[in-house]
C-alpha cells in the first residue's frame, strides 16, 4: 500500500514539473508572439532560457527600444522616399540650435533700415502699434505653419507649396502660392545682388579713400553673384547651419551698430516730427495721406520674412510620437524672434528719434548713417557696418535660394527617378546665379516694384496660414471664426497695400530703365 502510495506522489510530481518546464519553455515564446498569433518560426529551449538570464536583458532592452522606435517612425510619419535625394530634406538630423539660426537668417535683413521710414507717416504713437500688431500677427501664423507641417494621417509638408495643395486643393494651391513663394525667393535673391553689390562698391571707396572705383556697379554684381555660387555648392539646408549662423551674428550686429551709432551722435540740424509734406504731384490731400499710411504699413508688415521657409526648415528635423518636429521647431523660433524683437524695435525707435523726417526713402537707416555722420564717424567703423551687409547679404542668399534648387532637383528627380548628379546640381546653381544677377542688371528698378510685388505676397505671411488651419485641421467654431477674421483681414490689407503701391507709382512715378544699373 505505502509503495503505491508513493509511486503515485512520484508520477503527480513527475507530471507537475513536466508541466512547468513545458511552461518554461512556451512562456517566452508568447510573449514574443504578436497579438495577432503565435510566432511564425519555434523557439529553441536554448534561446528561451538565455533570454529569461541577466545576461540578456542589456539585449531585450535594445530589441525592445528598436521595437518602439519603428512602431513610432511607421505609424507617425510617411516619408516619399524622393525627399531624399532633394537638397531641403536630404539631411534630417537638424536640431533646435539649427531652426534658431536659419529662422534669425531669414528673419531680420536689409528691409529692417526701413522701419524709421513708416513712422515718418503713423508717428510714435501708431508706429509703435502698428510694429507691435504686425509682430503679433505673423508670430501666430509662424505657429500655425509649425504646428500644421505635421498632418494628423501621418503625412510631413516640408515645403509651402505642399501644404497649400494639400489645404486648398492641387489647381488653386499652386494658383495661390506657387508666384508669392518664386517671387519670395528668387526676387529676395535679385534684391540681395542688388544690395550686396551696391555695398561692395561703397565698402571698396571707404577702404581705398577714392571716391572712384575702379569696377562698375554691373562688374560689382558679378562679384557679389560668384562669391554666392561658390558658397551655394553646399549640398543641402543642414549643410549651411553654420553660413546661416554668420548670417544671424552679422544681421544682429550691424542693425545694433547702425542705431546705437545713430543715437550717441548729435542730431541733424532740422529734425522734425511733423507729418511729412505730401509730394506736389497728389492731386487729392486726403487720397495721398491714406495711401501713404497704406504705405507706411506696407513697410511695417514687409520687415518680417520667412515664412515661406519655416515649413522647410523644419522638415530638416527628426520627428517622433514622442519628439515630434514641432516642438524643437518653435523653440528655436521663439528664441529667434526675441532676437529679432530686440533689433526692430530699437532700430525703429531709435532711428525714428534720431532723424526724424529727415530718414532718406532709399537705403533707410544705413544712407542716414552715411548722409549725416560719414564725417564723424572713424573709416573703420563705417568699413566694418558696410562689410556686415555684404556678409548678411551672402548669407541670406544661400538660404533664400534653396527653394529654387529644390525645385529644380525635384523636376529632375520626377522625370529620371534618379537622385541628381553632382555635375548637374552645381551647373543648375551656377544656372540660377547667372540668371539672378541678369534679372539685377536687366532690371534696376525693380526696388521700385517692391510694394508692389511684396504686397501680393502678404497673404503667405498673414492669411493663407489662417485659413489652412481651419481647412485641415478643422477647429472648433470660436476657434474658426478668429482665424476666418484674421485670414480675411490678411487679404484685405494686400489689396489695400497693392492698391498704395500703384497709386504711388501712377502720381510720383518711377524712373524705368533697362540695363543701366546705378
Known amino acids: 500500500m505505502s509503495c503505491e502510495v508513493t509511486e503515485v506522489k512520484v508520477n503527480s510530481m513527475s507530471s507537475s514539473a513536466k508541466r512547468a518546464a513545458d511552461s518554461e519553455i512556451e512562456t517566452p515564446a508568447a510573449e514574443m508572439s504578436s497579438p495577432a498569433g503565435p510566432p511564425k518560426t519555434p523557439k529553441s529551449p536554448f534561446a528561451s532560457r538565455f533570454m529569461s538570464t541577466p545576461l540578456a536583458s542589456p539585449m531585450k532592452k535594445a530589441i525592445v ?172 539646408l543642414n549643410s549651411i547651419a553654420g553660413i546661416s549662423l554668420i548670417g544671424a551674428i552679422t544681421a544682429v550686429t550691424y542693425c545694433t551698430l547702425i542705431w546705437v551709432v545713430s543715437i550717441t551722435r548729435d542730431r541733424p540740424v532740422g529734425v522734425s516730427y511733423d507729418y511729412p509734406v505730401l509730394p506736389p504731384q497728389a492731386k487729392s490731400e486726403t487720397a495721398a495721406s491714406v495711401f501713404s499710411i497704406l504705405n507706411a504699413i506696407g513697410i511695417t508688415v514687409f520687415a518680417f520674412r520667412g515664412h515661406n521657409l519655416v515649413l522647410e526648415i523644419q522638415g530638416t528635423m527628426p520627428s517622433s510620437i514622442k519628439s515630434p518636429s514641432r516642438l524643437p521647431m518653435w523653440k528655436g523660433v521663439k528664441f529667434a524672434y526675441l532676437v529679432i524683437a530686440m533689433c526692430l524695435y530699437p532700430l525703429a525707435i531709435g532711428g525714428y528719434w534720431a532723424y526724424g523726417n529727415l530718414i532718406p526713402s532709399n537705403g533707410g537707416m544705413l544712407n542716414a548713417l552715411n548722409n549725416f555722420h560719414g564725417h564723424h564717424t572713424s573709416k573703420f567703423m563705417l568699413a566694418f557696418t558696410s562689410l556686415l551687409v555684404v556678409t548678411n547679404c551672402l548669407t541670406s542668399f544661400q538660404i533664400y535660394a534653396m527653394p529654387v534648387f529644390d525645385n529644380l532637383e525635384f523636376r529632375y528627380t520626377s522625370c529620371m527617378n534618379k537622385p541628381c548628379p553632382r555635375w548637374l546640381r552645381a551647373g543648375s546653381r551656377i544656372l540660377f546665379g547667372c540668371f539672378a544677377c541678369f534679372i539685377a542688371v536687366a532690371l534696376p ?68 530703365h533697362f540695363f543701366k544699373p546705378e
Open 445 to 512: 528698378f525693380l526696388p521700385s516694384l517692391a510694394g508692389l510685388i511684396g504686397g501680393v505676397a502678404v497673404p503667405i505671411t498673414l492669411a493663407y496660414p489662417c485659413f489652412m488651419w481651419i481647412l485641415i485641421r478643422k477647429p472648433p467654431k470660436h476657434i474658426a471664426i478668429f482665424n476666418w477674421v484674421l485670414g480675411s483681414s490678411g487679404i484685405v490689407l494686400s489689396l489695400l497695400i497693392v492698391t498704395g503701391a500703384i497709386w504711388n507709382i501712377v502720381t510720383i512715378g518711377i524712373e524705368v
Open 65 to 236: 527600444n528598436m521595437q518602439g522606435y519603428l512602431e513610432e517612425v511607421g505609424h507617425f510619419t510617411k516619408l516619399d522616399p524622393q525627399d531624399s535625394w532633394l537638397p531641403i530634406t536630404e539631411s534630417r538630423n537638424g536640431n533646435v540650435y539649427y531652426s534658431a539660426f536659419h529662422t534669425l537668417s531669414s528673419g531680420i535683413g536689409v528691409q529692417a533700415l526701413l522701419l524709421p521710414l513708416s513712422f515718418t507717416v503713423l508717428g510714435w504713437a501708431w508706429g509703435i502699434i502698428c510694429l507691435s500688431v504686425a509682430f503679433m500677427w505673423q508670430l501666430y501664423t509662424l505657429w500655425l505653419l509649425i504646428q500644421l507641417h505635421e498632418s494628423q494621417s501621418g503625412m510631413r509638408y516640408s515645403r509651402y507649396l505642399r501644404l497649400s495643395m494639400a489645404a486648398f486643393g492641387e489647381k488653386l494651391g499652386k494658383l495661390l502660392s506657387l508666384f508669392p513663394i518664386m517671387y519670395l525667393s528668387g526676387g529676395t535673391c535679385v534684391t540681395l545682388i542688388m544690395i550686396g553689390g551696391g555695398t561692395m562698391k561703397i565698402l571698396y571707396q571707404i577702404v581705398s579713400g577714392n571716391n572712384t572705383s575702379p569696377l562698375t556697379i554691373v562688374e560689382w554684381y558679378l562679384v557679389f553673384t560668384g562669391t554666392a555660387i561658390v558658397l551655394a555648392q553646399l549640398p543641402n
